[in-house]
């Protein structure tokens, strides 16, 4: 087998087993309740707590592999995520398990930055199509946990099934051990001064504020989705509001292999804007779904617009970072790590800003926020596809 491919395996692997991890955390969550009874406020420390790793670890993994290189990278990461899990299983008190949680944001932020990086280092042309096909990863490990959970936790405690995750992990490890990787960009001395360009760079900047709005609209997709379907106005039950949750995951994973192939006909750009529109189209639909004449009427256009939110949020992140990547080759980790700060930021920012909103004026504003946000991102990424810097 081509030293490429098994490198590429190696990101599928990794990405993989993080969209296992990061969907089990609501094992984890059950597994604490039920071990330390935890109260709401300890509970928040925890749910703050990871994407401050994760954050922390989209700062660090770029200049890290590009000094270092992605073995190294990706194997301290899942020793991190493994560590964490065990360690959350250990504990005896608070303390230990707040560090697991960061310790698991922290890795798995590297992984999911290094894993992108390596996968637009290695495809020198259609990046934006190779980085659609790891996110597929990351959809069929999240789709896959829960019915794993189901199976394992016949005969298994819910401590157990934790700790066969923290073992599990070590498998990639020695994959990545005995595999080769591309050497280090900057093996001998990082050129510090070149990231200063970083902030000079309009257009990377602009770059990473499309994804400011992506991942909070993805963020808010998956935060406050079930609350909106059954809060008054339309009225949904929380299993079927559920279920509509994964018809939002199972959508991203169908809309990133169809990706594949729409990015060898069309444009990236042609394809990220349709995929905008179907935003647009899923967070209107979303808006007048608790109008429905018939009583049928909201759970259809409940999936309907969920379907459409998860088809839209497939090309975000593929196509932008392929543009990034096209545009420093030499720091690509580094670049990735820019963007992705300015993207969790949005996540972080947007959702606070939703959860004020909703709470002072009701869930019902919900889809409203949903709908400002891509109107600013469509308008913005306009801006920058049109900048003469990003035709020349």
């Known amino acids: 087998m081509k030293k490429t491919s098994l490198q590429i395996i190696a990101a599928y692997a990794g990405m993989l087993l993080f969209g296992i991890v990061m969907i089990s955390l609501g094992t984890v969550n059950t597994f604490l309740s039920e071990q330390f009874r935890l109260s709401g406020s300890q509970l928040g420390s925890l749910a703050a707590l990871l994407p401050a790793g994760i954050l922390a670890g989209s700062l660090i ?65 259609n990046k934006s199509s190779a980085l659609s096909l790891l996110g597929v990863f990351y959809g069929i490990g999240a789709l896959g946990m829960p019915l794993l959970t189901g199976i394992l936790v016949r005969v298994w405690t819910l401590g157990q099934i934790i700790r066969f995750l ?93 990706l594949g192939w729409a990015l060898r006909k069309l444009s990236s750009v042609k394809v990220l804007y349709i995929c905008f529109m179907l935003i647009l189209a899923g967070s209107v639909g979303l808006h007048f779904t608790g109008s429905g004449i018939l009583y049928s009427a909201p759970v259809f256009s409940a999936a309907l617009s ?72 469509i308008l913005l990424a306009m801006v920058i596809f049109n900048s003469q810097s990003m035709k020349e």
């Not at 591309?182 to 510090?192: A, N, Q, R, V």
């Not at 200063?196 to 602009?206: R, V």
């Not at 720091?331 to 949005?346: E, W």
Request: net charge neutral.
């Open 306 to 377: 969920l379907i459409l939110l998860g088809f839209g949020f497939s090309a975000g992140f593929p196509v932008i970072l392929a543009k990034v990547g096209e545009r420093y080759p030499h720091l690509s980790g580094s670049a990735f790590s820019f963007v992705l700060v300015i993207a969790l930021t949005g996540n972080t920012l947007l959702n606070y800003l939703t959860g004020l909103i909703t709470g002072q004026l009701g869930i019902t504003y919900y889809p409203t926020v949903l709908i400002v946000s891509i109107t600013l991102m």
């Open 166 to 258: 923290a073992v599990l992990l070590i498998i990639p490890v020695i994959y990545f051990l005995v595999i080769t990787f591309p050497p280090p960009k900057h093996g001998e001395m990082f050129p510090l001064a070149q990231l200063k360009a970083f902030f000079k760079d309009g257009i990377l900047i602009g770059l990473g504020f499309i994804l400011f709005f992506e991942s909070a609209l993805e963020g808010m997709a998956n935060n406050w989705s079930a609350s909106y379907l059954t809060g008054d106005s339309v009225g949904l039950v929380p299993e079927t509001a559920v279920l509509f949750l994964t018809f939002l995951v199972a959508s991203i994973t169908v809309g990133r292999l169809i």
């Open 61 to 125: 993994f770029g200049p890290f592999a590009d000094r270092f290189g992605y073995k190294y990278l990706l194997i301290i990461s899942t020793l991190l995520v493994s560590a964490g899990l065990w360690l959350m299983v250990a504990a005896t008190s608070l303390l230990p398990i707040q560090i697991a949680f960061f310790l698991i944001g922290l890795g798995g932020g590297a992984i999911n930055g290094g894993t992108n990086a390596m996968v637009a280092d290695i495809n020198t042309e």
